[in-house]
């Protein structure tokens, strides 16, 4: 069965950094897109970025361009998100998801993991 | 504000049946699959609906999903109090090059 584990969530100070960390398991990894989504304290799903299955192609909300980073290691079986200029506002649980397709866009998510826990305060 | 709009919540007693609307734009839900997300209390989101009205082989056939132009609908029939959660609808957008999901629905079973 598919199983996504984040892990990587802790306190950091506003403008720090932080690397967010997804093993996935149970089914062919090199040939989805990934996806990271996030839900801050009471709120919705917000939608962060994704990834193409080759790492080839890469999009971001437009809250976290310029900031977060997606990247992903096939050999691993591996999703990262690196953040930097950590914002309040980026407090959050970010979900690690599986795409249904290999590239996002022409599907969307079908799997999601646990979630790992961001607070960003002094 | 979210791009696709949801109303804030839905609520009907056990048995009746439900439907939560979500309203999105030709960049999104006209031109691309929509998908449905169950959050229960302290979860992780789980797959409901995709590509616009198919079911994953796990949810009853009392969920299904619809699309007609710019808008989308869950409907849940025979509700139950386990169906308590909130709901989501998610897309891509093609002019953002973006996932984008609704404000979310809370459904309360009374």
């Known amino acids: 069965q598919v199983e996504l584990v984040e892990s990587g969530g802790r306190v950091v100070q506003p403008g720090g950094s932080l690397r967010l960390s997804c093993t996935a398991s149970?089914?062919?990894?090199?040939?989805?897109?990934m996806h990271w989504v996030r839900q801050a304290p009471g709120k919705g799903l917000e939608w962060v970025a994704a990834?193409?299955?080759?790492?080839?192609?890469?999009y971001y909300g437009d809250p976290v361009k310029g900031r977060l980073t997606i990247s992903r290691d096939n050999s691993r079986n591996s999703l990262f998100l690196q953040m930097s200029s950590l914002r309040p506002e980026d407090a959050a649980v970010y979900y690690c998801?599986?795409?249904?397709?290999?590239?996002?866009?022409?599907?969307?998510?079908?799997?999601w993991g646990l979630g790992t826990r961001v607070t960003v305060s002094a | 504000q979210s791009v696709l709009t949801q109303p804030p919540s839905v609520s009907a007693a056990p048995r009746q049946n439900v439907t939560i609307s979500c309203s999105g734009s030709?960049?999104?839900?006209?031109?691309?699959?929509v998908f449905w997300y169950q959050q229960l209390p302290g979860t992780a989101p789980k797959l409901l609906i995709y590509?616009?009205?198919k079911r994953p082989s796990e949810i009853p056939d009392r969920f299904s999903g619809s699309k007609s132009g710019t808008s989308a609908t869950l409907a849940i029939s025979g509700l139950q109090t386990g169906d308590e959660a909130d709901y989501y609808c998610?897309?891509?957008?093609?002019?953002?090059?973006?996932?984008?999901f609704g404000g979310g629905t809370k459904l309360t079973v009374l």
């Open positions: 998801a599986k795409d249904f397709t290999a590239f996002p866009g022409r599907g969307l998510i079908d799997y």
């Open positions: 149970g089914f062919t990894f090199n040939t989805h897109g």
């Open positions: 990834i193409s299955f080759d790492g080839g192609d890469e």
């Open positions: 030709s960049s999104n839900i006209e031109n691309n699959y």
């Open positions: 590509d616009n009205n």
């Open positions: 998610a897309t891509w957008d093609s002019s953002l090059s973006a996932g984008v």
